[in-house]
């Protein structure tokens, strides 16, 4: 719990940073983290509410396949983080 919540705050104070880039005005940056925030989330929880019924029921076919799946999924996400990481560092 810990973990996830220090990993959130460090992300949090990113995206405030691009927010302070985008020159908005100061008053506007809490409403506009917190919106960007419930964005997010509703993406994700689409993503979600998408892709687990489809790996639930390829996971009751072949669970063999779903794990390959998941690792080829968890793969992408590292690598596409670490593009933007890298992009954002440089």
């Known amino acids: 719990m ?3 919540f220090c990993f959130g705050f460090i992300h949090g104070f990113g995206f405030a940073n691009v ?3 985008m020159h908005l005005p100061r008053a506007a940056l809490g409403w506009s ?3 960007f925030s419930v964005g997010v989330d509703i993406g994700q ?3 979600v509410l998408a892709v687990a019924p489809a790996l639930a029921l ?3 076919r ?3 396949a779903a794990e390959r799946v998941v690792a080829a999924a968890a793969f992408g996400v590292v690598f596409v983080g ?3 990481f890298t992009q954002r560092l440089f």
């Open 2 to 4: 810990l973990f996830a």
């Open 19 to 21: 927010l302070r880039e």
């Open 33 to 35: 983290l917190f919106s």
């Open 45 to 47: 929880a689409c993503i």
């Open 58 to 60: 390829l996971y009751r």
């Open 62 to 64: 072949n669970a063999i």
């Open 82 to 84: 670490s593009f933007w």
